[in-house]
């Protein structure tokens, strides 16, 4: 019963909402709509002591999908015939009425100054915190996260937030308090995230909606009191962000209920600063990410993470690894750091400070406006396609690329060949330290190699189970060859079986763990490596589990390959000229890929991580590259299905003929 009046005050249509009787033909079973504002709540109750059926007219419902409140269990979407249920001996059902979600919801859906729910108060907005407002505002917070891009559960069923504790920290807005949120889903294990809140007046608040229309969560009011205030993400305007680099600039500490957040800084901060005389502005990036940053002055950048896990995060252990204790240089160096340490538990990574790195862009930015050109140029060849390059020279130095690659791609097989060397130098500065035992290299064991092949060969049965699934729902042109790739699962599963058949005498290390074109700043002259937390939908632990050096290669190399197809895509070329370009397209990512190559093995050397041997070098590059291409299956499936043909081609080209 507890329970049952918790959740009923958790919704606030049941004591404001109107009630609308639904009147189904079987009178023995109760059924009504409870609405409040946004909020829709289907009541049925059975009253009679037998199993009883009901069929229901959900009409102006259409399109809405139940929710079954206490377990959180989606029922079918409500459609236009009647919608049938079946209750048990005086059972009773609370059901939530909402929208069929999709996934990708633009950030700002839905929310305006006459549209976003409000939250009473007894008092201060303070309460939404510990008491009075503390139910309905995580209810709001519920509907608000889910909307936002760095929440990492929307293929879940949220079932419920809570704010378990908060920080306050002063700011020239007035008082932030930085909170952690936890979420709950209806199965698998809750996740923590981080969202600072404050509050402005009425007359900022439209500033606030109009400027960062993402940041509004709430309107707040006190009974009697004719004005209303905002709740907002406090990370929108530039005062809590001042007041974060203040805090770690001053090593400053702030107690909150449950823990304590510290902020700190290093030897390097000082030079990266600049002069303390100079005000550093504070700018957002208006892209949303899985995390948010806000750029300094052009001097520094803060990266706040969103959702956290007790445990250092790799951005900051991996970071301060290589500006502290290694000659690596092409990365944004590390400044300082925000933890939050709770009363019980480890440390949890809030943030980081880097050095701010001039750029035009990212790598993947500079290879789409070469890879322009490059089509332009093939277009113009209309003497047959380019040759197909022997597989070998990937594991090789045999052969040399021919001409037309030189004539065709030009200056990037020069800039494939510096990321090479970069990549080859970050993985030499990561196993580097043999006494750090966070660091330092491993050798691989049989019982490793065993559990690496299951961990891959799961990857390969969870996506092809989902592509045979999503067949018939996969766009016309793809279809073709999701079946090629089915046919191929033997195949699959013999070369990736074949990675046990020798045995593993690399070590591995740490790695970047994400890596791709987007993970690296192309500054017009060189490379810079940015974002080493990791792959956001693996745990803090694997994360930072030392892996072969290989896996960060075939993540650029596949990088390559989606690079190329991507051009083609945003080309809207017929079909036939899509046909006459794919081959082309196949000779720039085996070109680049070779040139990549040769200077990463040639600069990493005789180093453990690295196999000497071609046929080991062979194994395990292309298992690697098969598991990626997998992972990149099964996530294009689940997240972009325009995008399927991209891993599918990528698979049927790994395994076609040498």
């Known amino acids: 019963m507890k329970r049952v009046i918790a959740l009923r005050k958790r919704h606030r249509a049941f004591g404001r909402g109107t009630l609308e009787l639904l009147r189904p033909e079987n009178r023995k079973v109760l059924a009504f709509v409870r609405r409040h504002e946004s909020e829709q709540i289907l009541c049925v109750a059975n009253l009679s002591r037998f199993l009883q059926v009901v069929e229901l007219d959900l009409a102006q419902w259409k399109g809405m999908v139940p929710i079954e409140l206490f377990g959180s269990t989606e029922l079918p979407q409500v459609g236009d015939t009647p919608y049938y249920l079946t209750l048990g001996p005086h059972s009773f059902y609370w059901f939530s009425l909402q929208p069929k979600t999709t996934q990708q919801l633009p950030s700002d859906w839905g929310l305006t100054a006459t549209t976003l729910p409000e939250v009473l108060v007894p008092a201060a907005w303070e309460s939404v915190l510990v ?47 930085l909170t952690t949120i936890v979420a709950s889903y209806a199965e698998g294990d809750p996740e923590t995230y981080l969202l600072p809140l404050a509050q402005t007046n009425p007359a900022e608040s439209s500033q606030i909606i109009e400027r960062w229309p993402h940041a509004a969560i709430a309107w707040v009011k006190v009974p009697g009191q004719e004005q209303r205030g905002l709740i907002y993400d406090a990370l929108g305007p530039p005062g809590f962000a001042d007041a974060l680099l203040s805090a770690m600039a001053r090593r400053r500490r702030f107690n909150g209920p449950k823990g304590t957040l510290v902020g700190s800084t290093n030897k390097a901060f000082t030079r990266l600063r600049g002069p303390e005389t100079v005000k550093l502005e504070a700018n957002l990036s208006a892209a949303e990410q899985s995390n948010n940053s806000v750029v300094f002055g052009e001097r520094l950048i803060l990266k706040v993470f969103r959702r956290v896990e007790e445990g250092i995060n790799p951005e900051l252990e991996l970071g301060r690894f290589l500006t502290e204790r290694t000659n690596f240089t092409q990365l944004a160096p590390l400044a300082g750091a925000l933890e939050y340490r709770p009363d019980r538990g480890e440390a949890i990574s809030v943030a980081v400070l880097q050095g701010y790195v001039p750029n035009q862009g990212d790598a993947w930015k500079y290879t789409q406006s070469t890879l322009d050109s490059y089509f332009k140029t093939a277009e113009l060849h209309t003497d047959g396609g380019p040759p197909a390059l022997p597989r070998s020279m990937l594991f090789t130095n045999t052969g040399e690329l021919p001409e037309l690659a030189t004539q065709t791609i030009g200056a990037y097989l020069d800039s494939a060949k510096l990321l090479g060397k970069r990549t080859a130098e970050l993985h030499l500065a990561l196993g580097s330290d043999p006494d750090d035992i966070a660091f330092s290299p491993e050798r691989i064991s049989p019982q490793d190699q065993r559990s690496m092949y299951q961990s891959i060969s799961q990857v390969e049965v969870r996506a092809l189970e989902l592509l045979r699934g999503q067949l018939t729902r996969l766009p016309q042109d793809a279809r073709d060859d999701a079946r090629q790739v089915l046919e191929l699962e033997p195949q699959i599963t013999r ?164």
């Open 131 to 177: 008491d009075g407002g503390k139910e309905a505002f995580e209810t709001i917070l519920l509907n608000y996260i889910r909307r936002r891009r760095w929440f990492a559960g929307k293929a879940r069923r949220l079932k419920s937030v809570q704010i378990t504790d908060w920080i306050d920290i002063r700011t020239d807005e007035g008082t932030a308090y």
């Open 495 to 658: 070369t990736l079986k074949s990675f046990l058949v020798r045995r593993l005498t690399t070590t591995r290390i740490r790695v970047h763990g994400d890596y791709h074109l987007g993970q690296v700043l192309y500054t017009g002259h060189d490379f810079v490596i940015i974002d080493f937390e990791g792959e956001p939908a693996r745990t803090l632990y694997e994360r930072r589990l030392k892996r072969l050096a290989l896996r960060d290669v075939a993540g650029m190399l596949r990088s390559f390959h989606y690079a190329a197809q991507a051009s083609l895509r945003t080309d809207n070329l017929t079909p036939d000229m899509l046909a006459r370009m794919q081959p082309w397209a196949r000779f720039w990512v085996d070109s680049v890929s070779v040139a990549f190559m040769r200077s990463y093995l040639s600069t990493a050397g005789t180093a453990s991580f690295v196999p000497q041997a071609p046929a080991d070098l062979e194994l395990q590059l292309t298992t690697m590259l098969l598991e990626k291409a997998l992972y990149e299956l099964r996530y294009e499936l689940n997240m972009r299905p325009d995008w399927v043909r991209i891993p599918l081609r990528g698979i049927c080209d790994l395994l076609a003929p040498a």
